[in-house]
Nanobody, 120 residues
Framework: QVQLVESGGGLVQTGGSLRLSCAAS????????MGWYRQAPGKQRELVAT???????NYADSVKGRFTISRDNAKNTVYLQMNSLKPEDTADYYC??????????????WGQGTQVTVSS
């Protein structure tokens, strides 16, 4: 089994910054993709950013230039640095990790979610 532990959410004013972390542990042979998604009240979950094992990144248009995703492969951890936060960034943020098992099968795991609230 694999566990994902998220941290770093909270309340911040418009223009502020937060850094989210998501650490994976357990039965991990390797990790390919890592990413962050968010879900605002009454809305569908949407992609925020992803990063491949090789470091290639992809961002939602709404966060480009403000958010930065990174990973520490030695720690099986993915980060999301969020700057210039806006009220519309308010949501529950979930990390998503593609874990490769020792049998070379990839399994999809989700974190428990961390709340980000941006006040105007």
């Amino acid at each position: 089994q694999v566990q994902l532990v998220e941290s770093g959410g909270g309340l911040v004013q418009t223009g502020g910054s937060l850094r989210l972390s998501c650490a994976a542990s357990g039965s991990i042979f390797s990790i390919n993709r890592m990413g962050w998604y968010r879900q605002a009240p009454g809305k569908q979950r949407e992609l925020v950013a992803t990063i491949t094992s090789g470091g290639r990144t992809n961002y939602a248009d709404s966060v480009k230039g403000r958010f930065t995703i990174s990973r520490d492969n030695a720690k099986n951890t993915v980060y999301l640095q969020m700057n210039s936060l806006k009220p519309e960034d308010t949501a529950d943020y979930y990390c998503n990790v593609g874990v490769v098992s020792r049998t070379f099968l990839t399994y999809d795991y989700w974190g428990q979610g961390t709340q980000v609230t941006v006040s105007s």
